[in-house]
């Protein structure tokens, strides 16, 4: 079974403050022009998206530098959605191994569209990024629009240890009863810090 955990690319869909607006618009028309086409203006941390670390760090690796491998591997999901702060367990140890796609159920999702889905959003501590790093993952991935807030230690911690983020995912809930997953997370082939994506869990 497929899940898709990416938001639709749409007109004007909500974009984290400060940001340019996603302008999605049909250019031409089969009655006048004898063809479709649609014309699509985005930045690349709209909707579901892929952040690497030239987003926060002085890196020079662009994203379509990775090995397509980095971005499909095992998923584990945690459900922290009674968290507000998301810290080290000692529990996670045996959950997380190396190399997997970590994806975190938050239930932020659900305020998706609303002011508050870009301010009131749960973080993660240091210590549980210092954890990811120490496991070695691929990814972690988000139903939020970022793993913490200003300065961003977090976002430049797992930079700093080639860990990249997924954020904006949708539909984790219906990972919850999932026994094992994979996750597809293909970024655009662009040249570019970071990268929307299509993202799904094959459910096993």
């Excluded at 659900?110 to 501590?125: C, E, K």
């Excluded at 219906?174 to 929307?196: G, H, M, T, V």
Aim: proline share 5%; charged share 20%; with cysteine.
């Amino acid at each position: 079974m497929l899940i898709d955990l990416s938001y639709m690319i749409q007109d004007g869909m909500p974009v984290y403050p400060g940001d340019e607006e996603t302008v999605l618009v049909q250019s031409k028309h089969i009655e006048q022009d004898y063809y479709n086409n649609h014309q699509l203006s985005i930045n690349m941390h709209a909707g579901t998206h892929i952040d690497g670390p030239m987003h926060l760090t002085h890196s020079k690796k662009y994203l379509n530098e990775y090995p397509l491998d980095t971005f499909i591997a095992e998923g584990c999901l945690l459900d922290v959605s009674k968290e507000t702060s998301i810290d080290y367990k000692e529990e996670y140890e045996n959950l997380i191994q190396p190399k997997h796609i970590v994806v975190l159920y938050t239930g932020h999702s659900r305020f998706n569209g609303q002011s508050s889905y870009f301010t009131d959003y749960p973080v993660l501590t240091l210590a549980f990024a210092e954890l990811l790093v120490r496991k070695q993952v691929k990814m972690i991935g988000l139903d939020t629009p970022s793993p913490d807030k200003y300065p961003f230690e977090v976002h430049k911690h797992l930079f700093q240890n080639e860990i990249l983020i997924i954020e904006n995912l949708a539909n984790v809930d219906q990972l919850l009863n999932a026994k094992s997953f994979e996750i597809i997370a293909l970024p655009l082939y662009i040249r570019a810090d970071s990268s929307i994506a299509r993202v799904i869990a094959r459910v096993k």
